[in-house]
């Protein structure tokens, strides 16, 4: 590896860690619901499910959204409409968002480029392709992160200690590596999938009575 | 399977592509100004005791396989109201090649009303369609528009193994895109059948949007009339309020959507609805 090269995975691993500052703790993409309901109690059915959302839900929707927007930055404005548009609740909405937006100001502030508020996947895109980070590391990482995130939520959520949250984490690496793979030549039409339980998820917690999370 | 033979001696298909495009448009003042019907598409207006004239779309062929083509477009100019409507359900078929192609084309002028309200669409095992609906807003207009799918026909044991169907609606307000939908299964659903993230347990769907100005001020009030018969859900924002309905097979999800629709616009349903 030549020192550019270890210059990017050192930034992936920047913007991408618990601690860059976007507020990724406090969503759950609906799980909190999901855990309240009793419908996910155990390692099993947290990893069937993020199968499901990574393979036909948002993680396959960002990494089409965000390879588009690597491949042409110039796109990004119109990417990134189409990225809020397919939000499936308010909460979802707020979920991208309010990541997308953290990360850019952040990102900006600390150096340089777009600061303009965008879908999260999007404005990852932005700055990968700015820096010239590979977009197999950046989609295949974003996916990771994702995983991690929500696995992070089930273990603050439920009964499911920290090692059982790693071996979902570590069964689903293939699959975000097969989801990144499949998503790096696609174009805007191939968004889309079919995880409308994961959607349908969204909407009751915005009618949970306790919340632990803000989606 | 035997194939047909021409006079010449060259196999053609056994399926005859089909193509039909209906086009109608709704003037400021609310009457009809433009009906185009060419191919396989229809567009019937029947008399009605409603403030709302009704436009009914009829795909003659009653179906929709690879290689088939229909456009739908419904216009209603400033000011003016129209719901449209199908005269049955849409039926994709198994294709034996190609992709099947639907385009709905929906425009409302500034304080106009559109209501798309059709039948249902059934999947059938093998089918491959791809669909998209483009709704183009202007000023307040108001739209409320549903889409129900059928996975497959339940009742006759018909279980879908294997199909090509994405649904793409992109909402338009003043050019800016608002809500985009994008529904997406392409071959072997058996993962994507059985997820509990995806559709496991799930027969039928629905989508129904409201786009229009008090969208956000109906979700409390809406929330309260939801029916606990099925599974559903529904949100608001950015001007867009959003319900989204699951139920093992159809019935359920009918009388549901009869109960909502019936509610969020304010007056009856076109007559097909409760045939």
């Known amino acids: ?215 | 399977m035997q194939q047909l033979r021409t006079l010449s001696g060259t196999p053609t298909a056994p399926h005859q592509r089909a193509q039909g495009h209906a086009r109608v448009v709704f003037g400021s003042h609310g009457r009809l100004t433009r009906l185009r019907q060419q191919g396989s598409a229809k567009a019937m207006l029947p008399r009605v005791h409603n403030t709302m004239p009704e436009v009914v779309f009829v795909n003659t062929c009653g179906g929709v396989t690879g290689g088939d083509h229909f456009r739908w477009e419904l216009s209603v100019e400033q000011g003016a109201a129209v719901t449209g409507t199908t005269q049955a359900a849409e039926r994709l078929y198994q294709a034996s090649s190609g992709r099947g192609r639907i385009e709905t084309v929906l425009r409302a002028g500034n304080g106009a009303r559109l209501h798309w309200l059709p039948m249902e669409t059934i999947l059938f095992q093998e089918c491959s369609v791809d669909r998209q609906i483009d709704v183009e807003l202007e000023g307040d207009a108001e739209f409320l528009g549903v889409e129900a799918l059928i996975l497959g026909r339940a009742a006759m044991g018909e279980v879908l193994r294997n199909a090509h169907f994405t649904d793409n609606w992109r909402i338009r307000r003043n050019g800016r895109l608002v809500q985009a939908e994008a529904f997406r299964l392409s071959g072997d659903l058996a993962d994507v059948l059985g997820g509990s993230a995806t559709l496991g347990g799930v027969g039928a769907l629905a989508t129904i949007v409201l786009s229009a100005r008090d969208a956000a001020d109906r979700l409390e009030p809406l929330r309260a009339r939801l029916p606990d018969s099925v599974t559903c859900g529904a949100s608001a924002w950015n001007g867009q309020l959003v319900v989204r309905l699951h139920a093992p097979d159809h019935r359920p999800l009918k009388v549901a959507l009869i109960e909502i629709l019936t509610w969020l616009r304010g007056a009856s349903l076109p007559r097909v609805w409760n045939m």
């Not at chain 1, 990541?99 to 952040?106: D, E, I, L, M, S």
């Open chain 1, 1 to 215: 590896m030549n020192t550019e090269d270890l210059r990017h995975a050192q930034l992936l691993h920047q913007w991408l860690s618990p601690g860059y500052p976007t507020g990724a703790f406090a969503w759950s993409h609906g799980l909190d619901r999901l855990i309240d309901d009793g419908e996910i109690a155990d390692a099993a059915g947290l990893e069937c499910w993020l199968r499901g959302v990574l393979g036909y839900g948002s993680g396959w929707t960002d990494a089409v959204l965000l390879a588009n927007a690597y491949r042409a930055p110039e796109r990004a404005d119109e990417v990134a409409e189409l990225a809020a548009a397919l939000a499936p609740s308010r909460e979802r909405f707020a979920e991208t968002l309010d990541q997308g937006t953290g990360f850019a100001r952040v990102t900006s502030a600390v150096a340089g480029g777009s600061e303009t508020p965008r879908a999260y996947p999007v404005a990852l895109a932005v700055a990968a392709a700015r820096e010239g980070v590979g977009l197999d590391l950046t989609l295949t990482l974003y996916l990771q992160a994702f995983v991690a995130n929500l696995v992070s939520a089930a273990v603050r959520a439920v009964p499911l200690g920290q090692t059982d949250g790693q071996r979902v984490i570590t069964a689903l690496s293939g699959t975000c590596i097969t989801v990144a793979q499949a998503a790096r030549d696609t174009d805007l039409t191939q968004v889309g999938g079919a995880a409308i339980r994961a959607d349908m998820a969204s909407l009751h917690h915005e009618t949970q009575y306790s919340r632990m999370f803000r989606s």
